[in-house]
């Protein structure tokens, strides 16, 4: 056992027994890196993350490696879920090295944090087109020996890399709106759904900017970018056909292989996604989807006293990638009679989901339809689909009974708020009250556990960052809107003004990512990176906070972080959407103040609407809403129909 046997972690106690003597993150090692005059190797992941179990099985265990580790440098082991912080920034100096992010992350530092040599996974000999780790370490043995005065000239022009430029404002215009849609639909691979080619990532909060956008024109060709793409997904093996839920992403481009982890951020926005689909078009299969979404999160991610786990791991072993996902023949005949055999084969069993290094295993994804399925074989469309159906609860009961991939129940404040806002969400939509309660009582454990002395936490003994911020003062919000609660108001009210306190950038506008400087930076991000971005998520509640709070300061607020990034964002394209989101939010803005009892047909009636950026604040109970588009306030509305009306009538206004 090493160092990191008694951390909070469970990504870090997974290395507890490696051969490495590891470090967490602390200024205990670089202390003796700067005493024993040593390098220090960081290795950055995560608990989910396929590729860091392989680097751990194949280096971290080895003799030779161990020894060249623990004899010439000081190894440090960081969770990236629990200091994203510092995770960022060296993805960002590993990027200005030539090479791409991801995880593992192996970083190369001086003894005062600063990096000079990095990259990824890497195998411990040549393999893959890739050096061999062996190799890697030798090289950095000799070059911090030799070569020191260069190591710390280079590690200085890489933290200059790092450190953000001075921003260069723009106006907020139609144009900006127009441009987006643009570009993200320059970017639709109508083939297969989806934007660029793989690897493919869902993107959301392009999603959900595109969806909006249709609401206001009408335009069916963004109808049809958004239904192409949530159907594409839905029948990939990216979405798990047997117990609902999505994988992370998709290695091929047309949503067959993912990349197994399944994340609490990822299925959190996709539920948004699907169910503001539903309540937009009507199409009863995304209701489906998200409602398969949330029995993931409720079987899987959900802890029995309130909140939500991180995440489930790609695997159960590094040497069967998927393995607790996939199926092979034998597998299907030994579970199914023939009849479902023969349905599920055609419906979901295809050689295009082959595993690369197995291919006897394959991911199920929808392959054929039902109907055509029926014609094919001369049976009734409904008996097939009762026959698949029977086939997948049996798929899924055999599948429950193997060893099931680990799940990280660490409690983070940022994603259990993505998760409850998300939930109810669903709730508005769908009218279920046990995904209302489920939210609320989440939202209450996470006050309780991770909000000490009136101040976030990011997880138990980390302090928050933005997100943690943001996504709880949104998770509060959404609580308010649906239960007239005026406690959750007043939390939200109070973490905001934290939050500008702490993250404000006093010279430009928009929130910086922590509190205080991090390895020398403050870094202020727009992109979605690829879940919504928590800045433009912020924008979005300042100026729902000033509808519901009639506090213009929040909307002076939204208006110069929105001016901020303006510019910035027009190179972004699709990984902005979330920006062009709270663009739009500003332009549409729309309150209906609720002058009756929350639980009234005229209370869940505004509930139920699906018109984008709409903030929801309650009144004395008079019997009806007051709508107001932007400054200007209209007569009340005293009836469900005459609510839907004005809706309807309400765009031309704009």
């Known amino acids: 056992m090493n160092r990191l046997a008694d951390e ?18 602390s200024e205990e090692a670089f202390e003796r890196a700067r005493q024993e ?8 992941g995560a608990v989910w993350c396929h590729w860091c179990h392989v680097m751990a099985k194949e280096c971290f265990f080895e003799d030779e490696i161990a020894q060249l580790l623990n004899r010439h440098f ?9 200091r994203p912080d510092i995770d960022r920034r060296y993805q960002q100096a590993v990027a200005a090295m030539g090479s791409a992010g991801g995880w593992p992350l192996s970083v190369f530092l001086t003894s005062d944090k600063k990096p000079f040599f990095g990259g990824t996974y890497f195998p411990p000999e040549d393999s893959y087109g890739r050096p061999g780790f062996k ?3 030798r090289a950095i043995i000799d070059l911090y020996s030799a070569k020191r005065d260069e190591v710390v000239q280079y590690t200085e022009r890489l933290m200059d890399f790092i450190k953000p430029e001075p921003i260069a404002r723009g106006e907020i215009t139609a144009e900006l709106i127009d441009d987006a849609v643009q570009k993200i639909t320059a970017v639709f691979d ?22 909006n956008q249709y609401f206001f024109t009408g335009d069916e060709a963004i109808k049809y970018v958004v239904t192409r793409t949530l159907e594409a997904m839905a029948k990939g093996g990216f979405h798990d056909q047997l117990a609902g839920g999505f994988h992370r992403y998709s290695v091929d481009e047309a949503w067959i292989v993912p990349h197994f982890e399944k994340m609490a951020d990822d299925n959190a926005w996709l539920l948004r996604n699907y169910c503001d689909a539903y309540a937009a078009f009507g199409i009863m299969h995304f209701r489906t989807v998200a409602e398969g979404v949330i029995r993931f999160i409720k079987e899987v991610l959900s802890d029995a006293q309130g909140g939500f786990y991180a995440s489930q791991d790609a695997d159960v072993t590094p040497d069967d990638e998927g393995g607790y996902f996939t199926w092979t023949e034998a597998e299907l005949r030994n579970v199914l009679d023939d009849e479902e055999f023969m349905a599920i084969s055609l419906h979901l069993f295809h050689e295009r989901g082959a595993m690369h290094h197995d291919p006897s295993k394959r991911v199920l994804f929808v392959a054929g339809e039902e109907g055509d399925i029926a014609k094919q074989i001369g049976m009734d469309a409904v008996d097939i689909a009762g026959i698949i159906e029977r086939g997948k609860r049996k798929l899924l009961k055999a599948r429950a009974s193997r060893e099931t991939p680990f799940i990280d129940r660490t409690l983070y404040t940022s994603l259990n708020g993505m ?4 939930l109810l969400k669903a709730y508005r939509v ?24 009136n101040e976030p936490m990011h997880t138990s003994g980390i302090k928050a960052l933005l997100d943690d911020y943001i996504y709880l003062i949104e998770a509060l919000v959404a609580a308010y809107e649906t239960t007239g609660d005026q406690r959750c108001l007043e939390r939200a009210e109070a973490f905001m003004e934290q939050c500008i306190e702490r993250f404000w950038d006093r010279t430009e506008g928009g929130f910086f990512d922590t509190d205080t400087e991090v390895l020398g930076v403050r870094l202020k991000g727009i992109e979605d990176v690829p879940h919504p971005s928590a800045n433009a998520t912020g924008i979005m509640l300042l100026i729902k906070l000033h509808a519901i709070l009639d506090k213009p300061i929040y909307l002076r607020y939204a208006e110069t972080a929105l001016e901020a990034f303006a510019t910035k964002t027009k190179e972004f394209g699709i990984h902005a959407g979330t920006y062009f989101c709270a663009v739009d939010a500003y332009s549409n803005r729309f309150k209906l103040t609720v002058e009756a009892s929350p639980g009234s047909p005229l209370a ?16 004395k109970d008079n019997s009806r809403i007051i709508p107001c588009i932007k400054d200007t306030c209209y007569e009340p509305l005293e009836s469900q129909e005459q609510l839907y009306e004005f809706i309807e009538a309400a765009e031309k206004r704009f």
């Open 190 to 211: 109508p083939q297969n759904g989806g934007f660029g080619a793989a690897p493919k990532f869902p993107m959301p909060g392009a999603l959900a900017f595109m969806l």
């Open 604 to 619: 869940k009636a505004a509930l139920s609407l699906f018109r984008p950026y709409t903030a929801i604040a309650y009144g």
């Open 8 to 25: 909070r972690s469970p990504y870090l106690r997974h290395a507890a027994d490696q051969k490495i003597d590891w470090y967490p993150w």
């Open 74 to 82: 000081i190894s440090i082991k960081l969770d990236r879920d629990e």
């Open 37 to 44: 005059d040593k390098p220090v190797f960081l290795s950055s």
């Open 135 to 137: 190799k890697v370490l």
């Open 430 to 453: 769908f009218g279920n009250e046990e995904i209302k309660e489920s939210a609320l009582k989440s939202l209450a454990r996470i006050m309780a556990f991770n909000v000490h002395d």
């Open 419 to 422: 998760l409850i806002a998300s």
